[in-house]
């Protein structure tokens, strides 16, 4: 199924799949009809049970990369894992049951001539949309650090990791995750952009995003408990990501950076 040319991919695509095989290939389908020929799809696939990577390497073209975990790691690992793998210039989240609406890659690298991360807004299909149905980013917030760092902690400015697109440079300073972190690597990698004052929002759709119960990364409601965590994980995210830019900022070009 993989097949290298030998040319550096200027778009490299990260896939995170488990279980996904009742709308993985629609994705598929999508994503591959806005590649070029060196692009890349990578698809890692976190110990599917129903066929999901069968599925996948069934799929005869070239540009997908598919990757089989020797254990379940679970959704964020598992993005961790597609992300270390990528190499284009241009690198896309992906989740493995929306559908890329055309027009969607060329409308994400124009904004990033401009910004080393852009995030867009995505139009919701299926199931209960609940809260999610009124929260859109807006473009006039981009340049907001301080008030799109507390949207984050606090939970009212949402960025979908499905809708993100970045610069290598900017993966640099998102991988590796922070060690404590277990969940919402999306919004992880938003506050690596928003510390770095180097992220876009668009109002556009550029996906149609599936909520339902099968998501992998979850959007039911939690216990207190659990949220209060999660807002302390940000916190640190937070600390960590001022760490690395910083650190980014202060080392010479070649220089290796430790990440903490």
Same mark, same amino acid.
């Given at each position: 199924?993989?097949?290298?040319?030998?040319?550096? @991919?200027?778009?490299?695509?990260?896939?995170?799949?488990? *279980?996904?095989?009742?709308?993985?290939?629609?994705?598929?389908?999508?994503?591959?009809?806005?590649?070029?020929?060196?692009?890349?799809?990578?698809?890692?696939?976190? #110990?599917?049970?129903? +066929?999901?990577?069968?599925?996948?390497?069934?799929?005869?073209?070239?540009?997908?990369?598919?990757?089989?975990?020797?254990? *379940?790691?679970?959704?964020?690992?598992?993005?961790?894992?597609?992300?270390?793998?990528?190499?284009?210039?241009?690198?896309?989240?992906?989740?493995?049951?929306?559908?890329?609406?055309?027009?969607?890659? +060329?409308?994400?690298?124009?904004?990033?001539?401009?910004?080393?991360? =852009?995030?867009? *807004? #995505?139009?919701?299909?299926?199931?209960?949309?609940? /809260?999610?149905?009124?929260?859109? &980013?807006?473009?006039?917030?981009?340049?907001?650090?301080?008030?799109?760092?507390?949207?984050?902690?606090?939970?009212?400015?949402?960025?979908?990791?499905?809708?993100?697109?970045?610069?290598?440079?900017?993966?640099?300073?998102?991988?590796?995750? @922070?060690?404590?972190?277990?969940?919402?690597?999306?919004?992880?990698?938003?506050?690596?952009?928003?510390?770095?004052?180097?992220?876009?929002?668009?109002?556009?759709?550029?996906?149609?995003?599936?909520?339902? +119960?099968?998501?992998?990364? @979850?959007?039911?409601?939690?216990?207190?408990?659990?949220?209060?965590?999660?807002? =302390?994980?940000? &916190?640190?995210? =937070?600390?960590?990501?001022?760490? /690395?830019?910083?650190?980014?900022? /202060?080392?010479?070009?070649?220089?290796?950076?430790? /990440?903490?």
């Amino acid at each position: 199924m993989y097949a290298s040319s030998g040319a550096v @991919p200027r778009v490299s695509v990260c896939m995170a799949a488990y *279980n996904g095989s009742r709308h993985i290939a629609e994705q598929i389908d999508s994503i591959l009809s806005e590649l070029a020929p060196d692009d890349e799809l990578i698809v890692v696939d976190d #110990c599917s049970t129903d +066929g999901t990577a069968q599925l996948v390497a069934g799929i005869e073209d070239s540009r997908i990369r598919l990757i089989r975990a020797e254990s *379940n790691a679970g959704y964020v690992k598992t993005f961790e894992r597609a992300l270390s793998e990528a190499r284009g210039e241009y690198v896309f989240l992906s989740d493995q049951d929306d559908i890329w609406i055309p027009g969607r890659v +060329g409308i994400m690298i124009g904004a990033l001539q401009s910004k080393g991360m =852009v995030v867009s *807004n #995505c139009q919701h299909i299926e199931g209960d949309l609940g /809260r999610f149905h009124e929260i859109r &980013l807006r473009a006039r917030d981009s340049g907001h650090t301080f008030r799109n760092i507390l949207g984050v902690v606090v939970g009212y400015r949402l960025h979908w990791g499905c809708a993100m697109a970045f610069r290598r440079s900017m993966l640099e300073q998102v991988l590796p995750f @922070p060690s404590h972190m277990t969940e919402s690597h999306d919004q992880w990698i938003a506050l690596v952009g928003i510390v770095n004052r180097s992220i876009l929002y668009l109002e556009t759709d550029t996906i149609l995003h599936r909520l339902h +119960g099968g998501n992998l990364t @979850p959007t039911g409601i939690r216990s207190f408990r659990k949220i209060l965590g999660a807002r =302390v994980a940000f &916190l640190r995210n =937070v600390l960590t990501a001022t760490k /690395r830019a910083s650190s980014t900022r /202060r080392a010479p070009v070649s220089a290796t950076v430790a /990440r903490p």
